[in-house]
């Protein structure tokens, strides 16, 4: 299956200006649906980025490693307290 979008190589997606979609009778799109179409990955886009910030993907190297380390330093304290998981 053909898709109309792309994902450029800085992670931004792009419309496919060769992808047309028609039906068998010949009619296609408003010559306009493809900036509307941009604008709207656009948006969709920007929203994204602003739901993975609040959740943290955006995180450094460094914060990814700090988060690791606590993870793990709380999962030793768990086993030292009940024991290995499973009982």
Do not use: C, Y
């Amino acid at each position: 299956m053909n898709q109309p979008f792309a994902i450029n190589d800085d992670g931004s997606v792009s419309i496919l200006g060769s992808q047309m979609i028609a039906s068998g009778v010949g009619i296609a799109l408003p010559d306009d649906w493809e900036q509307k179409q941009q604008e709207k990955a656009d948006l969709l886009e920007r929203r994204l980025q602003r739901i993975e910030s609040a959740l943290g993907f955006d995180a450094t190297d460094a914060q990814h490693k700090a988060i690791a380390d606590e993870v793990k330093k709380r999962a030793e304290a768990d086993f030292a307290l009940f024991g290995p998981p499973g009982r």
